[in-house]
Each structure stands twice: as C-alpha cells, then as structure tokens.
Nanobody
Framework: QVQLVESGGGLVQAGGSLRLSCVVS????????MGWFRQARGKAREFIVA???????DYADSVKGRFTISRDNAKNTVYLQMNSLKPEGTAVYYC??????????????????WGQGTQVTVSS
C-alpha cells in the first residue's frame, strides 16, 4: 500500500519560515519524481515545485528564490523549505509522487499518489 504522509505545516507570520516533510512508503522512492502542490480555499490546486528521481528541480515563478525542495532517498523523504512566507501562501500543501517519466513535472494529472495535505497559514 502506497502512502505519502506530510508534516510540518502550521501558523507562521509573514516573512517567517517552515519546513514541510513528506515520507513515502510502499514504493521505491529513489525511482520517483516528487512534487509539491498547494490549494488555497476556493482555488484550484497549483504546482509549486518538483524534484525528479535524478535530482533535477523545477520551481513555480511565485516561489523561486524563497522555497527549496530536497530529497533524502535513504529516508524516503522529500522536504520543502519555505522562507519569506507571504499571506497569499496560506493553503493546504500536498506532496505527490509519480514514477519517473518525460512529462512535465508541473502537470498535476501526471502524479498518481497524493498525501493528505498539511495546512500552512501565513498571518500578515
């Protein structure tokens, strides 16, 4: 059974930092592309960042220079370091996985397993 479990969300003031973690079980983590998405209330789920099985990364323009994705294959974990958080970053953050492939990592429908999400609230 494949499971993705996120943690690390919470309440933070604007300008602050949080680090999200996503632990994957039930599949070979080192062969997976991993993505982070977020969904604000009343809005569509949007791509934030992804890291491929080989370590290549891709960031949405809205988070470039502030967010950093990394992975630890020994721990089956992907991390999202979020700095300089903004109130518009308030959302539920989801990690997602897919077997490595050539489709764009920002393509939401290319991911086949998702975590339950973790709430991030940024106060102004």
């Amino acid at each position: 059974q494949v499971q993705l479990v996120e943690s690390g969300g919470g309440l933070v003031q604007a300008g602050g930092s949080l680090r999200l973690s996503c632990v994957v079980s039930g599949r070979a983590f080192s062969t997976l592309d991993m993505g982070w998405f977020r969904q604000a209330r009343g809005k569509a789920r949007e791509f934030i960042v992804a890291i491929t099985w080989s370590g290549s990364t891709d960031y949405a323009d809205s988070v470039k220079g502030r967010f950093t994705i990394s992975r630890d294959n020994a721990k089956n974990t992907v991390y999202l370091q979020m700095n300089s958080l903004k109130p518009e970053g308030t959302a539920v953050y989801y990690c997602a996985s897919r077997p490595f492939n050539r489709r764009l990592v920002s393509l939401r429908m290319s991911y086949d397993y998702w975590g339950q999400g973790t709430q991030v609230t940024v106060s102004s």
